[in-house]
């Protein structure tokens, strides 16, 4: 069975901070692919990125970035100096036949 | 590029009635998965078409129910609406499924169902 665990449920940072969002997952799949969503108080799930098992390769788009490693089954993403429109909550998901998505982390981000 | 379109947006039920949500996938992609969000139990996977054809299902009950059409555009329906059936129910295409491949997956904004 596959798993993807989002220890915090909710974080607040006060703008311009960074902030670190974790993901730890399960499966015993050797291929799968990892994503992060970010949504919005509107509903709709905006896609941020996808990882496939086989590069760990950490990427930076802008003040977003992630870390992947596959040794601590993590995939954690970090907003560089947060900013208000950042504010949503966000999802880790595992895709292997459907998405397992983790509970979610609410950020909110102060002024 | 159009995204993934879901109508309606809103809706309000009365239990025991059923409801028919639609989603259009972005042009092209041929798999159409439904996913319910409620505050209890998070996103859930409900299930995946691909080609007209049901490809996977998750743990739910045969009141929900879905088909695809030739022209990739799907439906989901409830029947006997209960209570706990109040939820976002979100619609997400890709080209050929979430499987193994890969395939980025796109999210639509979601239909919000509420049942009195």
């Known amino acids: 069975a596959q798993k993807v665990t989002q220890a915090q449920t909710e974080i607040s940072v006060v703008e311009k901070e960074d902030v670190t969002l974790d993901c730890v997952y399960e499966?015993?799949?050797?291929?799968?692919?990892l994503f992060w969503y970010k949504q919005p108080p509107s509903g709709e799930l905006v896609f941020l990125i996808r990882?496939?098992?086989?590069?760990?390769q950490n990427e930076i788009s802008g003040r977003y970035s992630w870390n992947f490693q596959k040794s601590t089954s993590s995939f954690n993403f970090t907003i560089t100096a947060s900013q208000v429109v950042d504010s949503a909550v966000y999802f880790c998901a595992l895709a292997g036949g459907a998405l397992t998505f983790g509970s979610g982390t609410r950020l909110q981000v102060q002024p | 590029k159009a995204g993934v379109t879901q109508t309606p947006r809103y809706l309000i039920k009365t239990r025991g009635q059923q409801v028919t949500l639609s989603c259009s996938p972005i042009s092209g992609h041929r798999s159409v998965s439904w996913y319910q969000q409620t505050p209890g139990q998070g996103l859930q996977f409900l299930f995946e078409y691909f080609s007209e054809t049901q490809r996977n299902k998750g743990n739910f009950p045969g009141r929900f129910s879905g088909r695809q059409f030739s022209n990739s555009r799907s439906e989901m329906n409830v029947s006997t609406l209960e209570l706990g059936d109040s939820a976002l129910y979100l619609c997400?295409?890709?080209?050929?499924?979430?499987?193994?491949?890969?395939?980025?997956?796109?999210f639509g904004e979601g239909s919000w169902l509420t049942v009195v």
């Open positions: 997400a295409s890709s080209l050929d499924g979430t499987g193994f491949s890969g395939n980025t997956i796109y």
């Open positions: 990882r496939n098992s086989f590069d760990e």
């Open positions: 499966t015993r799949d050797t291929t799968y692919y």
